[in-house]
């Protein structure tokens, strides 16, 4: 019998997208996320990171969080944003209660070049043309079912959920208790999109227990 492997994935679990960095990106109760993935991880195979790792001199990058989301004519960093995740700062480092990074299975760095400003962690491009790896290698781990959680619910995490139903083919779980949005009208209309891909969301990890 083959039994049908699963994986977790921590999208962007990040201080840039919680209190502790306010100047960046702060998500209300962002960085209270560590025990939510620690569980959600314990009912899979495998554990995958992903953190955004922006340069300063991104060209996206806008000094006044006033001047942010607005359109961009790069074809790879559709909008504005205040500087966010750069490596060596303490947005870039990963939240409470993680373990480190060389204890994940898989690591995927979002966003190093500065004219790249991907939200999917499936690939360096938003024209989806430059693959990160990520979707061979859960093939390759013959994982058929992803639990996804982390920051934010209305970017990072639904983009990378819906690469994962649509190019990946994986049964798709959104573990909502594990996640947090930016905004509450862009979480709503990113959870009605995901729900249209047929990705599954969750509130609890009673439910996920199910799985
Ligand atoms: C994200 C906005 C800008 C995210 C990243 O991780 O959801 N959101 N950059």
Redesign the pocket.
Same mark, same amino acid.
């Given at each position: 019998m083959r039994i049908a492997r699963i994986a977790a994935i921590d +999208? &962007?679990p990040q201080r840039t997208?919680t209190p502790d960095c306010p100047d960046e990106?702060p998500v209300p109760e962002g960085n209270q996320l560590g025990s939510a993935l620690n569980a959600q991880a314990a009912l899979a195979d495998v554990r995958v990171l992903t953190k &955004?790792a922006h340069p300063a001199n991104a060209v996206w990058v806008v000094d006044d969080a006033a001047d942010m989301l607005q359109p961009l004519s790069y074809k790879n960093a559709d909008l504005t944003?205040v500087k %966010? #995740?750069v490596p060596g700062t303490k947005g870039f480092e990963t939240i409470d209660d993680l373990p480190p990074v060389t204890e994940y299975d898989y690591v995927v760095w979002k966003g190093v070049e500065p004219d790249l %400003?991907p939200?999917g962690a499936c690939f360096h491009d938003i024209e989806e043309k430059l693959s990160t790896g990520l979707i061979e290698w859960l093939h390759s781990q013959e994982v058929e079912t992803v639990i996804v959680g982390g920051? #934010?619910t &209305?970017?990072? +995490?639904k983009t990378t959920a819906i690469q994962l139903k649509k190019r990946g083919q994986f049964d798709v779980i959104v573990n909502l208790a594990a996640c947090r949005g930016?905004h509450p009208q862009t979480v709503a209309a990113a959870c009605d999109e995901m729900l249209d891909e047929g990705i599954k969301l969750v509130d609890s990890q009673l439910a996920l227990g199910c799985l």
């Open positions: +999208v &962007d997208f990106l &955004d944003w %966010h #995740a %400003h939200y920051l #934010a &209305d970017y990072c +995490v930016i």
